[in-house]
């Protein structure tokens, strides 16, 4: 829609000093994360994902054929890697 339209490029080319827009921040950071990702995701492509999980140490689980929102388009897939993320130990 146009107010969205209107409203992306501020978010992507925002500056606001936030470690998360820094690849060498992201680099340093330590959270327990864990990422499922959709592998057909045309949005943030799986290759933005496997670069976030180099970046993060983070595992990824990905999810082939799914799209951008793979707990409302594939939940059968989805809520086992999430039970399976949860689980996870934290390194």
Do not use: C, N
Not at 21 to 27: N, V
Not at 46 to 74: F, K, M, N, Y
């Amino acid at each position: 829609t146009a107010a969205y339209a209107a409203w992306l490029p501020s978010l992507l080319a925002a500056d606001d000093g936030a470690s998360s827009r820094r690849s060498s921040a992201l680099r340093l950071m330590k959270p327990p994360v864990r990422l499922i990702w959709g592998e057909a995701d045309t949005v943030t492509p799986i290759a933005q994902g496997l670069r976030l999980s180099r970046l993060l140490g983070a595992p990824i689980t990905r999810l082939p054929g799914v799209g951008h929102v793979p707990h409302i388009e594939d939940p059968v897939h989805f809520l086992p890697a999430l039970d399976a993320a949860i689980a996870e130990p934290v390194r």
